[in-house]
C-alpha cells in the first residue's frame, strides 16, 4: 500500500517578487503571494505513518523562510551580475543584495522555483521508504505548476 501525506497553505505560503525572463527580456518587475503544497508518498510503516508531520514541516519552513519578502533572481540566467558588492543587477534592475534571493535555475518560473523547493526538501528530509515526492506551487487562485520527483 502507498500512502499520501499532504502538507499546503498556511504558513507554507510566501510573498515574493520575479521578474520572469521571456525571448524579449525580463517583465516588468511584480509579485505574487505564493502557495506551496507538498506531497509525499511512501510504504506507511510499523506504525502506520509515512513519516511524521513535525520534521517535514520544520524542513519546509526552513526551505521556503530564504523566499520570504524577497526578490526572487535565477542565478544560471544570462545578464545575472553579482560581481559588484551588495548588489544584484539583471536586465534593467539593480537591487539591494539583502533584499535578493539569488536561486541556481535559469528562469524564476512558477515551475523552476517549484523544482528548487521540491530539491530542498529533498535535501534536508529524510523520510525512508519514499516512493515518490511532488511540490504544487501556486502563484495565484488559478495558476500552479507542479513538479514531482521519483524517489528510487
Sequence with gaps: MTAVIVLRGGEFSFCAAHAGLHADGYEPLHGHTFVVT?????????????TDFGPVKTTLRRVIAPLRRRTLVAGRASGVDLSVPHQVRF?????????VAVLPVV?????????HLLDQVLLHASVPGLHWAELDLAEAPDVSATVRRLIA
Design 91 to 99: 536586465g534593467d534592475y539593480t537591487l539591494p543584495a539583502r533584499a
Design 38 to 50: 507538498l506531497r509525499l508518498a511512501g510504504q506507511p510503516d510499523d506504525n502506520g505513518m509515512v
Design 107 to 115: 528562469n524564476t518560473t512558477t515551475e523552476a522555483i517549484a523544482g
